[in-house]
């Protein structure tokens, strides 16, 4: 499945983004989904995960109560809202896809970069001060 993020900018501490990520080449609702961050510097973290069915979704916690995650698989699209954003929110940000062909879901390892098999390019998150 190739996946296309898209939606970053620069934006003022306390507004709001919403990331997108488009998938094509598969059908969309046999992967499970993940946002993740990469600051300069610093190794990719975790940030957001939702099942396939949408039902299921789990959060880092500095960003629960900020950020939500939803999918669309009508679209083949999953998003990432973020609102109240932090300076410390600045990073790129990959969406990441499960299959869940290959393995089941497990919400232990939903926040493992080695659970995904499937990476977008990043699209560039900079809140300023």
């Known amino acids: 499945v190739q996946l296309q993020a898209s939606g970053g900018g620069l934006v003022q501490a306390g507004d709001s983004l919403r990331l997108s990520c488009a998938a094509s080449g598969r059908t969309f609702s046999s992967f499970a989904m993940g946002w993740f961050r990469q600051a300069p510097g610093k190794e990719r973290e975790f940030v957001a995960a939702i099942t396939w069915s949408g039902i299921g979704t789990y959060f880092r916690d500095s960003v629960k109560g900020r950020f939500t995650i939803s999918r669309d698989n009508a679209k083949n699209t999953v998003y990432l809202q973020m609102n109240s954003l932090k300076p410390e929110d600045t990073a790129v940000y990959y969406c990441?896809?499960?299959?869940?062909?290959?393995?089941?879901?497990?919400?232990?390892?939903?926040?493992?970069?080695?659970?995904?098999?499937?990476w977008g390019q990043g699209t560039q998150v900079t809140v300023s001060s």
């Open positions: 990441a896809a499960k299959d869940l062909s290959v393995s089941r879901w497990l919400t232990s390892t939903a926040s493992r970069t080695q659970n995904y098999d499937f």
